[in-house]
Every structure is written in C-alpha cells, then in structure tokens.
C-alpha cells in the first residue's frame, strides 16, 4: 500500500529545539546489494565479502551515500508535498556494517524568512543501535508560512 505524505508544517508552527520524526533503517545485505546497484556504486567492499575481508574490513561495508539518502528520506517525509529539502551535509565517521540498525534523528537549530518563505535549518545525524553517533549532518529545509505564498515547484533558492 502507498504510503500517505505528510502534511507539510508550517513555517510559524516550528519552533527552534523541536525534534522532528526520525527514521529507523535496518542495514541488511540485500538492502546494501540493491543500493549499489541503484546508485551505481560497484566498490566490492560494499557487496563482495570475500573481497572486503580479504582486504582487512571486518564484512561488507555500507555505503556512505546510502546514509545521506535516508536523511533525506526523513526530512522529506517531514517536510510533506509542500516543503523543500534544501540541503543535507553529513560525515561519516563509522564503518557501517551488515546488521546493524541506524536512527536518524533531527533538530531545529535556526529558523529565517527570506523572500516569503520560510527557512529551517537543523542538527542531524544517524545513531547505530550501539550509542554511535555514525553520521553527523545539517540540513536545512524550506516551509510555506501561514498566509503566504507556496513554495515553488522546483524550489530554486
């Protein structure tokens, strides 16, 4: 069944601090296989466990890209059909390996108008279930305010 979107918050509804709903993403080898193939992304040490063990790797790798997707997933999903995903930058900072099961989270860290729309800006970032924080990132998205214009379709800042 397809999934409903989420209505898209208001600019004036957000307030900074508040943490919106993250995402929950198991890391599985057919999840990472499918991945790769998708993205195009033929490195052996992320599907190829002979190969990346051989090369010292404790198992296949996730790939880091993989990471940067989800968050935009979140942050889409937050943002609804009348938002914009902006930006997203992250780190990664763990090796990530099959089985494991990462969090994303998020945070409003700044909120602005510019050009009557509004601006979010926020702290991200994905949490193996082990308490490690994996990928440190930022994001920021754009919301319609109340009684204002919508946001265009393509945004283009």
């Known amino acids: 069944m397809p999934k ?3 209505k898209t918050p208001y600019y004036d509804d957000v307030q900074i601090g508040q943490e919106i709903p993250g995402v ?14 998708a993205a195009e992304i033929y490195r052996r040490d992320h ?6 063990t051989g090369h010292g ?13 989800c968050l935009y997933q979140m942050l889409n999903d937050w943002v609804g059909l009348d938002g914009w995903v902006l930006k997203v930058a992250h ?6 390996l099959p ?6 989270w998020g945070k409003v860290t700044n909120k602005y108008e510019k050009n009557g729309l509004g601006y979010v800006e926020l702290e991200m970032g994905m949490t193996i279930q082990n308490g490690t924080d994996s990928v440190p990132s930022s994001g ?7 009684g204002g214009r919508p946001v265009p ?5």
């Not at 599907?47 to 990346?52: E, I, L, M």
């Not at 089985?99 to 994303?104: C, K, P, Q, S, V």
């Not at 379709?153 to 800042?157: E, H, I, S, T, V």
């Open 4 to 6: 409903t979107p989420n």
């Open 24 to 37: 929950v993403k198991p890391l599985t080898p057919p999840v990472m296989m499918r991945w790769c193939a």
């Open 47 to 52: 599907y190829d466990y002979k190969f990346a």
């Open 57 to 69: 790797l404790p198992d296949i790798i996730g790939s880091g890209s993989w990471t940067q997707a």
């Open 91 to 96: 780190r990664n900072r763990a090796m990530l």
């Open 99 to 104: 089985g494991e099961i990462l969090t994303g």
């Open 140 to 146: 920021v998205v754009v919301l319609p305010i109340k």
């Open 153 to 157: 379709y393509p945004f283009k800042p």
